[in-house]
C-alpha cells in the first residue's frame, strides 16, 4: 500500500517561496511519476507538475512555469516542489500524486486523476 505525504505548505507572503515535499512510507517513489496538482476554494484541481519515472521529464502548467520546480530526492523517497515568486493565487490545498509512467505526459496525469495513489494535501496560503 502505498501513503503519500505532502508537507511544507504555510502562509507566506507574496513573493516569497515555499519548499513542498511529497514523501512515501511503503514503496520506493522512483518506481512511480509523481505529480503535484492544486485546488483552491470553488475551483476545480489544477494539475501544476510531473516528473516522470523513466528519465525524470518534467511537466508544468503555464501558471507556475518558470517559478516552481520539481526534482525527486531519491535518499529521502521524496519529490520536491519548489515554489518561488508566489502569488496570492497560487493559495491552494497541494497534493501529490504517484501512478505509473505512461506511454506519454498527458496520459501519465490523466492516470492519476483517475484516482491512483494520492495524499491528503496541504495548505498553502500566500497573503500579505
Known amino acids: 500500500q502505498v501513503q503519500l505525504v505532502e508537507s511544507g505548505g504555510g502562509l507566506v507572503q507574496p513573493g516569497g517561496s515555499l519548499r513542498l515535499s511529497c514523501s512515501a512510507s511503503?514503496?520506493?517513489?522512483?518506481?512511480?511519476?509523481i505529480g503535484w496538482f492544486r485546488q483552491a476554494p470553488g475551483k476545480e484541481r489544477e494539475a501544476i507538475s510531473c516528473i516522470r519515472q523513466t528519465d525524470s521529464t518534467t511537466y508544468y502548467a503555464d501558471s507556475v512555469q518558470g517559478r516552481f520546480t520539481i526534482s525527486r530526492d531519491t535518499f529521502r523517497n521524496s519529490v520536491i516542489l519548489q515554489m518561488n515568486s508566489l502569488k496570492p493565487e497560487d493559495t491552494a490545498v497541494y497534493y501529490c500524486a504517484a501512478a505509473p509512467e505512461q506511454s506519454n505526459m498527458q496520459a501519465t496525469l490523466a492516470l492519476m486523476e483517475l484516482g491512483s495513489y494520492w495524499g491528503l494535501g496541504t495548505q498553502v496560503t500566500v497573503s500579505s
Open positions: 511503503g514503496v520506493a517513489l522512483d518506481y512511480f511519476a
